[in-house]
């Protein structure tokens, strides 16, 4: 890239990363003043936020399509990695809870306990296996395609508009490494009302920066891979209705340690860490990335 496109990819940056950031910490300020999460549910409207600042900005700011040139990846296309990607997302959040299960056998509830639990839903077919491929089946893939709205609010921001343009400024390494703290730092006002990490909201905050940085190697993967944002929003939302299959229905203690169990605790983040460094060195990065800056935006850009 020239200077002048440098220029305008850092501008870009700006005006989605500055009004992103201000609108979300707003809105954890506003739950704060409310009770607390509790009383206002701000992460279902934080993750909106993202990707409306994106599109507000392409469409009156940037100057560049939506839907043209696969800028943002709103794509039907890669359509086998919409099977892969959730698939991979439930093995690894089962992994999280199975490990620990091993040096810890009271980890999970019996299978008395799991069919009870699961045949309150309504779901239940009279077999504590089996409702569990039932719920979890829903959830991985039914549950993620019914709220891909949502789930786009932040694929669409994080991996579709902010990584690539990190990648042509810094490389691969530093962009997974800002990228990720970045994305993690946008959750710094909601984990310091105790999403995710009850009671610990400053740790709370360093684990996710340590979270953050493989799982967004991997949606990126899933997304330049299939050339599709929907499919990282898929893998997004497996992850979040996993964990909470197995929160409800298999653990035997709602209230475990979540610094050190789950997808977000320490043992979590170890294994997301092995997994993303493997597909790191399966990639090239920068051959994948089908973001470039062009001249009507520039133009467009000198001008604010």
Partial sequence: ???????IVKKELA???????IITYGLAAFAYSKGGLEHFPVMVIMMYVPALVVILN???NFKRSVLKNNDLGLRFVGMKYWVIAPLLLLAIIASTYIIPFLFNTDFFKDSQEILFATEKTGLGVGHWFLNLLIIFGINTFIAPILNILMLLGEELAW?????????????AKRSFIIGGTIWALWHAGAIMLGWNYPDHPLFGNILMILFCIPMGL?????YFKSKSIFVPALAHGAMNWTAGNFIMFVLADPDYNKLIY?????????????????LFRKMDWEKENTFSPNVNTAQSMCKS
Avoid: K
Avoid at 15 to 21: E, R
Avoid at 218 to 222: A, G
């Fill in 15 to 21: 005006w989605v990363l500055i009004p992103t950031f």
């Fill in 159 to 171: 991996r579709g508009f902010l990584f690539p343009r990190l990648l042509t400024l810094l490389g």
């Fill in 58 to 60: 392409y469409l009156l």
């Fill in 262 to 278: 789950g997808p977000t605790g320490i043992i979590g983040i170890i294994i997301f860490w092995i997994i993303a460094i493997t």
């Fill in 1 to 7: 890239m020239n200077n002048q496109e440098i220029t």
């Fill in 218 to 222: 991997i949606f990126q993967y899933l």
